[in-house]
């Protein structure tokens, strides 16, 4: 795995078919801008992050789909920190009830299995007229297009 520079303090790890970008607050600390989806990738990112001496400091969710916070209540269990997301996105992966209103062609049986460990809790919510926020220390632009999820 390696990792791209973007721009800034933002980088991408390239995992064969997904990028998962990230965003150094420092030489030690990260905030992943998304989690990606594959359980197989968790062992590669936590050995990534091991070998090159970096730390998940916070999770900043895009949306709500499986490809973004996918991987997110595993990290945050992982390294204690937070998540933050907008609260109609953060009311989708909240609980597997809501994730079953939000795949409504699933029976709960299937949501339960498939999609379980997309609940997260969101410990920031990032309001509709927020524009930007400080989250772990870092400031972002926030540009909401809703719709996606």
Request: charged share 25%; hydrophobic share 40%.
């Amino acid at each position: 795995m390696k990792s791209i520079h973007v721009k800034g303090n933002t980088y991408v790890l390239d995992l064969d078919l997904l990028y998962l970008p990230f965003y150094k607050i420092d030489e030690e600390n990260i905030i992943l801008l998304d989690t990606g989806y594959m359980k197989n990738h968790r062992e590669k990112l936590t050995t990534y992050f091991e070998e090159n001496h970096l730390t998940v400091a916070g999770i900043l969710c895009s949306h709500a789909h499986i490809d973004h916070v996918g991987n997110a209540a595993f990290f945050r269990e992982k390294y204690g920190c937070p998540v933050a997301m907008t609260r109609e996105e953060a009311g989708i992966v909240d609980s597997i009830l809501s994730l079953k209103k939000f795949y409504a062609n699933y029976p709960m049986n299937h949501a339960r299995e498939h999609f379980g460990h997309m609940v997260v809790k969101t410990d920031r919510m990032i309001e509709a007229e927020e524009t930007t926020i400080t989250f772990c220390g870092a400031d972002f632009g926030i540009l909401l297009t809703p719709g996606h999820s």
